[in-house]
């Protein structure tokens, strides 16, 4: 019988002999990344954040990705990394400094175009008494921040950019991986929760300055455990604003979240279905906040009616 294996317990040496050979097999919920990489970032990044995920030792991968060097005379004035799944490169190459961050955009990516065995949302996850709440926002909403903040105080994270929807059970399905932060919304998590870990903050891309959050270690371990969708929320931050609720109608919150769906259209009256089910289980509200703790008083007082 083999024993699990988790990347902490891997040597640096044997870290970087297998992104430099044929790839890490990392366990990430349903899906394992082969991930290739001579890029130092990647080895420190993946150290940082992913040391209590499984290693798969099974020679499966779903996804075998790469992060190397950009190739061409622009390279050699500017060092650039480009992001490849099975050899073929979607996006366009990304400063070197970026290159963790463009793993963790381009196995979203994978993900997002791929995995159509479940209905996939842009939106977080998190859950508390086998509950869970899903939180659709676009950029800016502080989604990522709330979502991070939850997991610092008691909820598991099943997912910070990819609700993934079983299709035949409507349950949803663990995706913990670490947690995108940008711009202000980083300091406000380090002053909320000093114990939060880190990975390297990379200034100026597309998106401003960012920097990943590692998830607690509880949220891995239960990465095979699904949850059953019971609220739909909205959050949006708002500078000086009192903690504010606005129930939505649940057409209106189909509407969102088919929106917010990568793959929603190509399932077709499957997807419709998943969909509407999911709607029928939910509660679905608008909320305002601009206090953390504020926040997460809410989120507990929706589990503790629900579990009266």
Sequence with gaps: MTLPLRLAELTPAALQQGLHGAGIPIVTGPFVFS?????????????RLYGAHLVDRSGF????????RARGLRGLLKPQVEFLLDGHTPFHPLPRAQA????????????????????????????????????PAPPGSGKSTLTAALIHRGWRLL???????ELETGQMIPLARP????????????GFAP??????????????????????????????????????????WQAGAELTLEPHAKAHAFIQ??????????????GFRVLADLIDRCDSVGFTYSRLDDAIAYFDKLVDVATR
């Excluded at 880190?198 to 095979?224: F, I, L, N």
């Excluded at 979240?257 to 499957?270: I, P, Q, T, V, W």
């Design 61 to 68: 991968a779903d996804f075998a990705v790469e992060v190397r």
């Design 257 to 270: 979240l088919a929106d917010n769906a990568f793959n929603y259209s190509m399932l077709g009256e499957r």
């Design 100 to 135: 963790f961050a463009m793993l963790e955009w381009g196995m979203n990516w994978c993900i997002a175009s791929q995995a159509h065995q479940y209905l996939v949302i842009h939106a977080a996850v998190v859950e508390r008494e086998g509950l869970a709440a899903i939180l």
């Design 195 to 236: 114990e939060a870990r880190w990975g390297r903050e990379v200034p100026d891309t597309q998106k401003g300055r960012v920097v990943h959050v590692r998830v607690p270690d509880t949220s891995v371990a239960a990465a095979t455990i699904p949850a059953q969708p019971r609220w739909v929320v909205f959050p949006r």
């Design 159 to 165: 997912s910070d950019e990819l609700a993934l929807v």
């Design 35 to 47: 991930i290739r990489s001579y890029e130092p970032e990647v080895a420190e990044g993946l150290s």
């Design 179 to 190: 947690v995108n932060l940008k711009n202000n919304s980083i300091e406000v998590l380090k």
